[in-house]
């Protein structure tokens, strides 16, 4: 431990069980010093185990739909009452497709689910945002961070209308991180993260399959979430002051890939399969 994080105040949202890749944040952000308060739906709480980790924390959860700003405004305010202060980091770590959910392919989708997409996966992010500016809820030098994954600028099978949420969250993360920097010197950036089974990960179709894929391709392997987590902690804590507005790449080397020699054997194998089967 480093004590990177000594003296600072947080707001997670998103844990919703020990896969949870805010769980891990949580826990290092804990075991490096800072104070926090938790987030999650009322439903997510019920289904998931958020409480275990506030007690391991020695925190609270303060329930709120990251859709609605009642809830938000809500938030920010008892959070920093419970804190004592304003935060100086913020995870937003939520993500969720009614789409994928229920099977609807991309040349296919339900438009209202689409809606509720983009709402819950992307535009909470700007809600967060807009409300803590608004409550001039975070301290100078704080750090946001959101999560992403690059379906947003490469098309993958299966990942579906969540490609265009990542899309628009990372253009969020841009837009605000100009005003809230120009302003408050608050940095915001999006973690684009290697396929991670978690909830909402599994969710995605052949999603087993694209782990493997990812990691065959990735020099160094995937990053799993407790990996994730160190580097949101570098984030949030004061090493890293003069980032934002970035989406930073958090996957082992998948993105500069093409085409690797782990891949390739697959692919071979599966080409001889193919010609036996002929
Ligand atoms: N798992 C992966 O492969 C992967 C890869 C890259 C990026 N990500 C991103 O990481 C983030 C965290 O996902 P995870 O993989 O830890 O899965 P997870 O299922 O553990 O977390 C998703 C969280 O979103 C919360 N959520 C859903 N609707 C909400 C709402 N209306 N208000 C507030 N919270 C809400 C859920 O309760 C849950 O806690 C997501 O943005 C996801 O897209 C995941």
Known sequence: MYNLLKGKRGLIFGALNDKSIAWKVAERAHEEGATFVLTNTPVSMRLGTIDQLAEKCGTVVIPADATKVEDLENLAVKGMEQLGGKFDFVLHSIGMSPNVRKGRTYDDL??????????????????????????????????????????????????????????????????????????????????????????????????????????????????????????????????????????????????????????MKIYNEGLEYRDVKK
């Open 110 to 263: 339900d438009y209202n689910y689409l809606q509720q997409t983009l709402d819950i996966s992307a535009i909470s992010f700007h809600k967060v945002l807009q409300v803590c500016r608004k409550l001039d809820a975070i301290n100078d030098w704080g750090s946001v961070v959101a999560l992403s994954y690059v379906a947003a600028q490469r098309t993958l099978y299966g990942y579906n209308d969540m490609a265009d949420a990542k899309a628009m969250l990372e253009s969020i993360a841009r837009s605000f991180g100009y005003i809230y920097g120009r302003e408050k010197r608050i940095r915001i950036n999006t973690i684009s993260q290697s396929p991670t089974i978690t909830t909402a990960g599994s969710g995605i179709m052949g999603f087993d399959n694209l782990v493997d894929f990812a990691d065959r391709m990735s020099p160094l392997g995937n990053a799993n979430a407790d990996e994730c987590a160190n580097y949101v902690i570098t984030l949030f804590s004061d090493l890293t002051r003069k980032v934002t507005m970035q989406n930073l790449f958090h996957d082992g080397g998948y993105s500069s890939m093409g085409m690797s020699l782990r891949a």
